[in-house]
């Protein structure tokens, strides 16, 4: 069964205390990997796509990679307005099949 | 310009009532997508249209009515819904349609409160 699960599921960490999010992932046929933040009531916004092993992305404090299994979301030096909940979400199928599937996400939370 | 509009904000109807919601793109996205989520949970996927025609149904209940106008716009038709419906609902778009892989960008949702 396709199954995506991110840990951990609540993490609190003081500003400029760097950490990372993981997520893992079972599934057949990997399309995409796609990480998003999400403040309370609104819609998820778009962080990256990473499509195969080995790639890396990174945007200001936010850097994110991908192996066979996994993917982590590195956050350096984070500050107080980097509290939200972060998804992570893949794509998968072969021809002819869609499958999006998120994971449960981390909320984080940056204290000043 | 990445940005999905969604109407109205908040939305309270009673159990007998029949509203509707929409979306709006301007990006020449040819997929969208509506999404249900509850609390602390993840978005789930409800319908996906590619090129103005349904391409996935995943097996939602039919007081959900999906419609698409024209390849900016989205609706999601709602009648007779039950109090558990009562969540925030996502549009989100695409550029490729189908089954290509593709980044989607998410609206800032409807909350629906249904007493």
């Known amino acids: 069964e396709d199954q995506v699960t991110q840990s951990p599921e609540a993490l609190r960490l003081q500003e400029g205390e760097s950490s990372s999010l993981n997520c893992s992932y079972t599934v057949s046929g990997l399309r995409g990997l796609f990480w998003y933040r999400q403040d309370p009531g609104k819609g998820p916004e778009f962080l990256f796509t990473l499509y195969s092993a080995g790639e890396e992305k990174e945007k200001e404090r936010l850097k994110a990679t991908l192996t066979k299994k996994e993917s982590f979301l590195h956050i350096t030096a984070p500050k107080p307005e980097d509290s939200a909940t972060y998804l992570c979400?893949?794509?998968?199928?072969?021809?002819?099949?869609?499958?999006?599937?998120f994971g449960t996400g981390t909320r984080l939370k940056v204290l000043a | 310009d990445t940005e999905v509009t969604q109407t109205p904000k908040h939305l309270v109807m009673g159990m007998t009532n029949k509203k509707s919601l929409k979306c709006e793109q301007h990006?020449?996205?040819?997929?969208m997508y509506w999404y249900k989520q509850k609390a602390k949970k993840p978005p789930e996927l409800m319908f996906v249209y590619s090129y103005e025609k349904l391409s996935i149904n995943e097996s939602v209940p039919s007081r959900f009515s999906p419609e698409c106008p024209n390849s900016s716009l989205l609706n999601l038709h709602l009648h007779a819904l039950q109090p558990e419906d009562s969540a925030l609902y996502l549009c989100?778009?695409?550029?490729?349609?189908?089954?290509?892989?593709?980044?989607?960008?998410f609206g800032p949702g409807t909350r629906l409160t249904v007493l």
């Open positions: 979400a893949v794509q998968a199928g072969g021809s002819g099949t869609y499958k999006y599937i």
């Open positions: 990006m020449g996205h040819r997929a």
């Open positions: 989100a778009s695409s550029l490729l349609a189908g089954t290509s892989t593709d980044t989607q960008y």
